[in-house]
């Protein structure tokens, strides 16, 4: 089964700038109403995509214990959910979409952070990014959007 997640969050002062599950120093942060990382976000989507269960906000509404939660306890949820109905990951591929700041030197980290929880190998895992070459909200630094698309097969009870 294959499924596709997309998030875009506002950048702003005063936030912090979680991507993958590490902190990254940026003028700017990612606004949300968990820590806002909107790889993990993405993911999550691709994978509760795959097993057509629904979506993040439906899955983990707004609440008081969801709010300003690390968003890898909840991909840490998603793979249980995985593991629960007999689904193995095979691989999930993701585009972050942002202007500033360049991530490729965090990229390795973010990798190690992601495939821990899920307990797949760095191979079964690509993180890439792209600017929008200055256009659109992204290009200004309003914000900041991340695509993922997972495949995962069926193993049987
Ligand atoms: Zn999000």
Redesign the pocket.
Known sequence: KIGHGF???QLALNESFILGGISIDFEKGIK???D???L???IIDSLLGAINEGD?GSLFPPSKKNQNIS?LKLLEQVGELLSQKYFDIINIDTTIILQEPKIVNYRNQIKKNICSILNINQSQLSIKATTTDGLGFIGLGEGIASHAISLIKYHGS
């Open positions: 998030d875009a969050h949300g109403h968990s806002g990382d909107v993990v976000h993405s993040i968003s």
